[in-house]
């Protein structure tokens, strides 16, 4: 049984111009980005989630001191009540058309994968654990939001989140992208309802997978010192059928991997694969390329693969059904045998490249979008650019239900949650 509350959450004082103050999430802000959300205000959320030191000063005990020092100055202040946090978000997908993805922050009591509460659907790599747990220590808080699915498929919880938005208060801030971020407060009666009808449900974790293992191990240290204040998590929740929720791609661009000569990679795909050249190698043909995937849908399996060396790309489909049984032969399920991460690292960077899918971390950098892909790929960095199509929100379901987990960063939300909305003390009880 999920057990997710209301919480008083810690925010910015109204006198804080919230727009100034608000960042991206840690894991998507490159260096030049951080950069200027630290000269933008001395209070921005960056400081404190994606700290960096002083002269003889820890970064991570510069954002404990930070944390505590805004907090006793009045920068931030504890909401009086316990409150779910509605949070709406107007944007623009790639398609072109806006929608609005509605979801609530609130705490989620942590529980082990083994209990079938809170499943996972990803792989996880160690370096940005360590991260997280230190800055935990540090902070002894939630600073940002885990990504959380839940099935709702009767729509009650749509339901009663939409009759709570009316009489709530509405902050708002617009992020670089465009994206309108409004944030309401829903407490009382409204509350204890949303909370009583999500203990039905199973979460499933769709963006976070690191975070929350990094709070289960928080959880275990603090409560082997006899403290039971982390025994929850702060983290935002989304129907699986709200109309906004939104999967994007995450494309793989490998470095620090010697490959064979295109034509010898082409070869090796044949007896899997049609293979199909594109025009060009410059931006557009990557573009046209990335919509030759998007037609397909989830009618098949094709993938694009952009070789540096020779500024050449193709498009490939899987043409031989017996390869997904092969894959069943390796351990994996039907479901997961099917996925296009699984066909793109099993099939195409296993089979035909050599590389082994246990050892590609720090091998692949993950980018959402063609054009951004296409960018860095232009450095001379990389050498194969892989596109994929996303997956779907059904698949994560369907792995996550079956106990099994997909390559690292199968997945890719759109849009991000902001860091700073609100966040969560974990010295209070409420």
């Known amino acids: 049984m999920a057990e997710v509350r209301p919480f008083r959450g810690v925010r910015y004082a109204r006198s804080i111009d919230l727009q100034e103050v608000v960042s991206p999430p840690y894991d998507v802000i490159a260096a030049a ?54 949070i709406d978000q107007t944007f623009r997908g790639p398609d072109g058309f806006e929608r609005t993805r509605r979801g609530f922050a609130g705490r989620l009591r942590l529980a082990d994968f083994s209990e079938r509460v809170v499943l996972p659907h990803e792989m996880t790599h160690v370096g940005p654990k360590r991260d997280r747990l230190a800055l935990m220590r540090a902070t002894h808080a939630d600073l940002s939001q885990i990504f959380m699915l839940y099935p709702d498929d009767k729509g009650e919880i749509s339901a009663a989140l939409a009759a709570a938005a009316p009489s709530a208060r509405v902050a708002k801030v617009t992020d670089k992208d465009g994206t309108i971020h409004r944030l309401r407060v829903v407490g009382g009666e409204a509350a204890a309802r949303i909370a009583a009808l999500l203990a039905a449900e199973t979460i499933y974790i769709a963006d976070g997978h690191h975070r929350y293992d990094t ?3 928080y959880r275990d240290e603090r409560r082997a010192a006899g403290d039971h204040s982390a025994d929850h998590v702060l983290a935002y929740f989304c129907s699986m059928n709200d109309p906004g ?7 793989r661009l490998l470095k620090g991997i010697e490959l064979p000569p295109m034509d010898e990679v082409i070869d090796r795909l044949r007896p899997t694969f049609a293979i199909f050249p594109e025009r060009g190698a410059d931006r557009g043909a990557c573009e046209i390329m990335a919509g030759h995937l998007r037609s397909f849908g989830d009618r098949g399996k094709v993938f ?12 490939v489909e899987l043409r031989d059904p017996a390869s997904v049984g092969r894959l069943v032969e390796r351990g994996f399920s039907p479901a997961a045998a099917r996925l296009s991460v699984t066909i793109l690292h099993q099939l195409i960077f296993r089979d035909a490249l050599g590389i082994d899918p246990a050892q590609t971390e720090g091998k692949i950098d993950y ?11 232009s450095t001379g960095e990389y050498s194969l650019g892989a596109f994929i199509n996303p997956t779907l929100v059904s698949e994560v379901r369907e792995i996550a239900d079956a ?4 390559p690292h960063k199968s997945t890719y939300f759109f849009p991000k949650l902001l860091t700073g909305l609100v966040f969560d003390a ?5």
Do not use: K, Q
Request: proline residues 5%; hydrophobic residues 40%.
């Open 403 to 406: 106990g099994e987990t997909m």
């Open 426 to 430: 974990l010295d209070d009880g409420d």
């Open 33 to 86: 980005e951080a950069a200027a959300l630290r000269a933008r205000s001395p209070y921005n959320a960056i400081h404190i989630d994606m700290p960096d030191g002083g002269a003889g000063d820890d970064e991570y005990a510069r954002a404990g001191r930070l944390f505590a020092e805004w907090r006793r100055d009045g920068v931030l202040r504890r909401d009086s009540e316990p409150r779910f946090y509605l």
């Open 245 to 251: 929720l939104t999967a994007l791609p995450t494309h």
């Open 215 to 217: 709070a289960l191990a």
């Open 304 to 315: 694009g693969l952009y070789f540096p060396h020779e500024s050449a790309c193709v498009t």
């Open 367 to 377: 980018v959402a979008g063609a054009s951004a892909a296409f960018d860095l790929l």
